[in-house]
């Protein structure tokens, strides 16, 4: 059973780095069929993709984001995480790691946690 | 960067048949955009209902179908049940602009 599971410090100061992993299980991050992503979701914006990255190297990244967001793949841990440079209030937001089809979309989603910026 | 647009929200008897809509304001949405539909309850994540304008995933309920219709993607309920009332969104992908979400359709079975 697929399972995604995100997890970081909820709060993070401003011009800080927000630094997110996620860890999963019941797939691996090397199946060629699927690429790994970041999606964030405020009140007030909604959802915004913000990336996702192949094993093999392809990255796709938010242009809006793109100077300030690295995505990794650790292929020894079965892990995907997510840096977010500068931030400030406006990444204040709830971030889900997915597994995505292709560049196109996340066919399944994880629980989500939420990000505070804060002082 | 494109807008993609959904209705607000919407109303459904239980039983009834609704469709939610999703457009893209630089043009009609085509099966090229790779329209996909999610369902979020309240407090939960989004669940992933259809890829690829039609295409189910085992969690999906019959119910549900999507489709292009008249320039827009569309995600048709025939059968509205309660536990279907939720937020739905939708997301197009453009490419090397990368894909967008809509604002979202409220939809409550009443």
């Known amino acids: 059973q697929l399972q995604l599971q995100e997890s970081g410090p909820g709060l993070v100061k401003p011009s800080e780095t927000l630094s997110l992993t996620c860890s999963v299980s019941g797939d691996s991050i090397t199946n060629s069929d699927f690429h790994w992503g970041w999606i964030r979701q405020t009140p007030g914006k909604g959802l915004e993709w913000i990336g996702s990255k192949y094993y093999s190297g392809n990255t796709y990244y938010n242009p809006s984001l793109k100077s300030r967001v690295t995505i990794s793949l650790d292929t020894s841990k079965n892990q995907l995480s997510l840096m977010l440079t500068s931030v400030t209030a406006a990444d204040t937001a709830v971030y889900y790691c997915?597994?995505?089809?292709?560049?196109?979309?996340?066919?399944?989603w994880g629980q989500g946690t939420l990000v505070t910026v804060s002082s | 960067q494109a807008v993609v647009t959904q209705e607000p929200s919407l109303t459904v008897s239980p039983g009834g048949t609704v469709t939610l809509t999703c457009g893209s304001s630089i043009g009609p949405v085509t099966s090229g955009l790779y329209p996909y539909w999610f369902q979020q309850k309240p407090g939960q994540a989004p669940r992933t209902l259809i890829s690829d304008t039609s295409n189910k995933h085992s969690w999906t309920p019959a119910r549900f179908s999507g489709s292009l219709l008249g320039g827009k993607a569309a995600l048709t309920l025939s059968g509205a049940q309660p536990e279907d009332e939720a937020d739905y969104f939708c997301?197009?992908?453009?490419?090397?602009?990368?894909?967008?979400f809509g604002g979202g359709t409220k939809l409550t079975v009443l």
């Open positions: 997301l197009l992908s453009y490419g090397a602009a990368g894909p967008v």
């Open positions: 997915a597994r995505v089809l292709g560049p196109t979309g996340p066919n399944f």
